[in-house]
Each structure stands twice: as structure tokens, then as C-alpha cells.
């Protein structure tokens, strides 16, 4: 089955870290585009980062840049979301999807569960 699975999510405290992968099955992310969105209830999902497949970094939101690195490990094909420094602003429900290439609007495939990130005291 061809599908993105986000894992990593929980609970974490202002100021703490956290560390999302997203694991590709029954396709390879080598030579695709792949970005992390987040999603708060009622709210538009926004997207926080993308990596392409010459792995330049893009991050769409000035409140991560500097706290957020996306990054990917083609031979475990997997990318991953390194949050620092986390502030209870960063509490969404966290996916990964491909798309045609970063700055761009395509999205290929759709949406996954998910992972949720919760920033509390």
C-alpha cells in the first residue's frame, strides 16, 4: 500500500523538543518533494516546511524558522520534523504529504492520520 505515515507527536512542555517522521511504504520519497503541515481545529491547515529531492529546505512560517529543521534519510525513507523549543502556538495535528515540488500547490496523494503535537504546561 502505497501511503505517508507521521508518527512522533505527544505530549511536551514550552520549551521542550520533539522529533516527527514521516515513513514512506510501497513508494520511495528519493527524488520527491516532500512537506509537513499542521492543523488546528477550525483553522485552515498551513504548511510548515518542505524539503525537495535536492534537499533544499523551505519554511513557509517566519514562527518556526530557527526552531523547526526538516531533514530526510533516503535510506530509511523516512523525513523527519526536528521542533525545538516548542510554545504552546505549535499544537496542531502534524501530516506529511508530497507534492509536485516545493513552493508549489500540487499535492499528490492524501491526506494521513496524522500525528498530534500538544504544547502544554
Known amino acids: 500500500q502505497v501511503q505517508l505515515v507521521e508518527s512522533g507527536g505527544g505530549l511536551v512542555q514550552p520549551g521542550g523538543s520533539l522529533r516527527l517522521s514521516c515513513a514512506a511504504s510501497?513508494?520511495?520519497?528519493?527524488?520527491?518533494?516532500i512537506a509537513w503541515f499542521r492543523q488546528v481545529p477550525g483553522k485552515k491547515r498551513e504548511e510548515v516546511a518542505c524539503i525537495s529531492s535536492s534537499e533544499s529546505k523551505t519554511y513557509s512560517l517566519d514562527s518556526v524558522k530557527g526552531r523547526f529543521t526538516i531533514s530526510g534519510d533516503n535510506e530509511k525513507n523516512t523525513v523527519y520534523l526536528q521542533m525545538n523549543s516548542l510554545r504552546p502556538e505549535d499544537t496542531a495535528v502534524y501530516y506529511c504529504?508530497?507534492?509536485?515540488?516545493?513552493?508549489?500547490?500540487?499535492?499528490?496523494?492524501?491526506w494521513g492520520q496524522g500525528t498530534q503535537v500538544t504544547v502544554s504546561s
Open positions: 510501497g513508494f520511495s520519497l528519493t527524488g520527491r518533494d
Open positions: 504529504v508530497t507534492k509536485n515540488r516545493c513552493g508549489g500547490t500540487l499535492i499528490y496523494g492524501s
